[in-house]
């Protein structure tokens, strides 16, 4: 009797755990589907561009990986949806001194910009 209480004790207690397990799984599998990728045009020129694009990008919380390419102008940026909005994304660009379709440096910041960074004719 005693054994058959202790098995079903044990059957119990691993049907819990692999629930709780399951949960954890639906959980991580929820917070994947918040994570998106966007590519953005950004105009830009060179290497020094390149590191202060992906710099200020980077820095924003909820942004997981972004890389800007020199020669599509393209910036490829994964982030947490339900953490940072693309709006923001764009802005942080802008404030770099970087154009994007939606946000334009200023031109203040522009004009600090390395003369071999100079994009707009």
């Known amino acids: 009797m005693k054994k058959l209480v202790l098995l079903l004790t044990i059957l119990a207690l691993t049907f819990n755990v692999n629930k709780l397990q399951s949960k954890s799984v639906m959980k991580s599998l929820a917070d994947i589907g918040d994570v998106v990728t966007e590519e ?8 020094m561009c390149k590191d202060r694009i992906e710099k200020a990008v980077k820095a924003i919380k909820g942004v997981d990986s972004a890389s800007w390419d020199s020669k599509t102008k ?8 339900t953490i940072v909005k693309s709006e923001e994304i764009h802005q942080a660009i802008a404030a770099a001194g970087h154009d994007t379709e939606i946000a334009k440096a200023s031109n203040k910041t522009y004009n600090k910009l390395h003369g071999c960074c100079k994009y707009r004719q």
């Not at 953005?40 to 290497?47: A, E």
């Not at 393209?74 to 949806?81: A, E, G, R």
């Open 74 to 81: 393209m910036l490829i940026v994964s982030y947490d949806k």
């Open 40 to 47: 953005i045009k950004v105009s830009g020129n060179c290497g």
